[in-house]
């Protein structure tokens, strides 16, 4: 992998079986990036079931469970290169809660590519996130639509599909003038990496072609330091070492930092990244530090680490706008789930349901209704019932968005319109 490349982060979203896992699998087998060692453990279990081909959806089972056994946490497993960038497919698609890392994994995807299926078209989740993709401030989607050798590359169901994915962009309000829609087949390889024979009517670029096409993130904002803390350990002959990644700013020896909540301080000792000493770190890194005078009881996680002069907000209450995924029954004002807000997870009240927003045109609806059920979006006032650090999106978008989680499930996402201290 290339180290000197622009990174890209990448969301692969779409309803279930439509063909993501395969398409991530496809992605890393074109570009070379499947490891050895699951190719061949694949091939013996393919002869000895008697199946050719290679099952790409395998590529991504053998790796999760892999990750579940605890075997592997190397990323690069889920990385790949193109000509000009190198992507990092945001967590695994299907993966339980691929929503709420979508909001609040160590990565936030800058652009996404959503599979819809030839055979089905826009489906449920299809919807959910697309709408998601929209709160979170995902930039491009680039739109496969996948297993056009089931609907044998019929151009006219392509078109079909397109259009409905198109009213459903204008829904939302994802300009859908330079969206690229490409026909593909995950399972047979079509315009992936290659042109296809099959789609002759089809004259755009492959998908690797369309992702290499992609605009460059956005540079780090100028963001003051905000440092989610992970955990908290100690070291001997070092003493505390608050562990996160720097979603904004930079952090230097001898900075004067401040932890909120926690509301303690001092001045930065050292800093460490893979093991070895530096003087400063910046946003993605992941590092290891000491503050002088902080002890393992002072600070834990969910604290924001900032500079002291320009810390990080607690909310006492925040207003932000909020998509209902999936809730069996309506919200109401007093609901109190709990809210995942980068590394911290705190039960917050929702106190007033503000305004219902069209999806459609992103006006206000009505206002106060008396709940919002799946498929609303709403503005909401918001009570943290534990000191909770959170910051508007339109400030430091990093920090400004959460999942909201109640009975094991991600059932709203949101981001943060304003804070009152
Ligand atoms: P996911 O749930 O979106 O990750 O979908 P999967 O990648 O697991 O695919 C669901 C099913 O569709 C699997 O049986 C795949 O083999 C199949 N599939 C995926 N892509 C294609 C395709 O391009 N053509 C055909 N015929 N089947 C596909």
Redesign the pocket.
Known sequence: MSEDQPHQNLAII????????????RLLYETGSVPEHVIEQHKEEAEEKGKGGF???YV?DNLAEERERGVTIDIAHQEFDTDDYNFTIVDC??HRDFVKNMITGASQADNAVL?V?ADDGVAPQTREHVFLARTLGINELIIGI?????VDYSEDSYKEVISEVTDLLNQVQFATDDTTFIP?????G?NIAEESDETAWYDGPTLLEALNDLPEPEPPTDAPLRLPIQDVYTISGIGTVPVGRIETGTLNMGDNVSFQPSDVGGEVKTIEMHHEEVPSAAPGDNVGFNVRGIGKDDIRRGDVCGPADDPPSVAETFQAQVVVMQHPSVITAGYTPVFHAHTAQVACTIESIDQKIDPSTGEVAEEDPDFIKSGDAAVVTVRPQKPLSIEPSSEIPELGSFAIRDMGQTIAAGKVLSVEE
């Open positions: 779409g309803h279930v079986d439509h063909g993501k896992s395969t398409l991530v699998g099952e790409f959806a991504m698609p299907g599979v299926a996948n297993k056009m050798d089931l593909i087949s995950a399972f047979e079509d």
